[in-house]
C-alpha cells in the first residue's frame, strides 16, 4: 500500500461529484492529484487587447 500527503490543505476533488459515482482518472490527471494541483478548477480565460 502507498499512501501519499500534502504539506498543506487537501488534495483537490470536484465539488459536484456523487459519493456514489466513480471519478476516472487518467495517468497524468492522477499525477497532478498527487501533487496538489487543481486541475478541476477553471481559471477565467483571458482577454488581451491590441496596443497600437
Do not use: C
Not at 504539506?7 to 456523487?18: A, H, K, M, T, V
Not at 476516472?24 to 478541476?40: A, C, K, S
Request: charged fraction near 35%; hydrophobic fraction near 35%; aromatic fraction near 14%.
Amino acid at each position: 500500500m502507498w499512501t501519499k500527503r500534502l504539506e498543506r490543505g487537501n488534495f483537490p476533488w470536484p465539488r459536484e461529484q456523487r459519493a456514489t459515482e466513480p471519478v476516472v482518472l487518467t495517468e497524468e490527471e492522477l499525477g497532478m492529484l498527487l501533487e496538489g494541483i487543481d486541475f478541476w478548477k477553471r481559471f477565467p480565460e483571458l482577454q488581451y487587447s491590441r496596443l497600437t
